[in-house]
């Protein structure tokens, strides 16, 4: 599965809307690009996941760049409860299924 | 939406002593369980992927002797941590899969915390 980068941490204001960017450049074909958040102490959460195109839920939008080399998270209104390690994950639909868990984006809402 | 439980939350043991830690599909089968741990300000690390009917797979470095994993029914899946020593503490997690194909999300539990003296 195709390795991300991600930046260490980012801040954001509450109200405003968080852009969490993540860089995939070796991601192949068949990868789908997930993101988990985990908030201090708890099970990672399920947030979004994409292919090819942009998707949107009801937590979160994914852009995925036309060349899929890089993807970006927005949470449209960042509150206090948004604050967690948010994770950027490249995973084939065919493999078994397994996360590999880099460090991930530690975001810090502030009011 | 898609629930996984674990129990207990955390449990505190004696040095040499088995614990064993549950995590269970509420809402769904999940034929694919999978066990995580996270050390303190550390990512989650794979352990291994459990089957449901099979021999669980096991991570490079993770001692399948030490850690035995038994996926038994498609709602239930267990960690037993063997003879568990100080440097076994740490937050262990799990996850589940509502269907066969990789394309479909994980859905996790709250964790364990396990706490060896």
């Known amino acids: 599965d195709a390795k991300t980068t991600q930046p260490t941490s980012m801040d954001c204001a509450e109200g405003r809307a968080a852009n969490l960017p993540c860089n995939h450049s070796?991601?192949?074909?068949?990868?789908?690009v997930y993101w988990y958040r985990q908030i201090h102490s708890q099970g990672p959460q399920y947030i979004i996941h994409?292919?090819?195109n942009n998707e949107t839920n009801e937590m979160a939008s994914l852009i995925i760049t036309e060349d899929r080399k890089s993807s970006t998270l927005i949470l449209p209104h960042a509150t206090l409860r948004d604050t967690a390690v948010y994770y950027c994950?490249?995973?084939?639909?065919?493999?078994?299924?397994?996360?590999?868990f880099g460090q991930g984006t530690t975001l810090q809402v502030k009011p | 939406g898609a629930v996984v439980s674990q129990h207990p939350s955390w449990v505190i043991c004696k040095s040499g002593t088995s614990v064993k830690i549950e995590c269970r599909s509420l809402?769904?089968?999940?034929?694919?369980m999978f066990w995580y741990r996270q050390f303190p300000k550390q990512s989650l690390m794979l352990m291994a992927t459990?089957?449901?009917?099979?021999?669980?797979?096991?991570e490079q470095g993770v001692e399948k002797d030490k850690f035995l994993i038994n996926h038994a029914s498609l709602t239930l899946s267990t960690l037993t941590v063997t003879s568990a020593h100080p440097e076994d503490s740490s937050f262990y997690i799990c996850?589940?899969?509502?269907?066969?194909?990789?394309?479909?999300?994980?859905?996790f539990g709250p964790g364990t915390r396990l706490t060896v003296l």
């Open positions: 996850s589940a899969r509502p269907g066969t194909s990789g394309r479909y999300e994980q859905f």
């Open positions: 070796t991601i192949s074909g068949n990868e789908y």
């Open positions: 994409g292919l090819k």
């Open positions: 994950i490249v995973r084939a639909s065919s493999n078994t299924g397994k996360l590999i």
């Open positions: 809402d769904f089968q999940a034929t694919t």
């Open positions: 459990s089957n449901e009917g099979s021999k669980a797979t096991y």
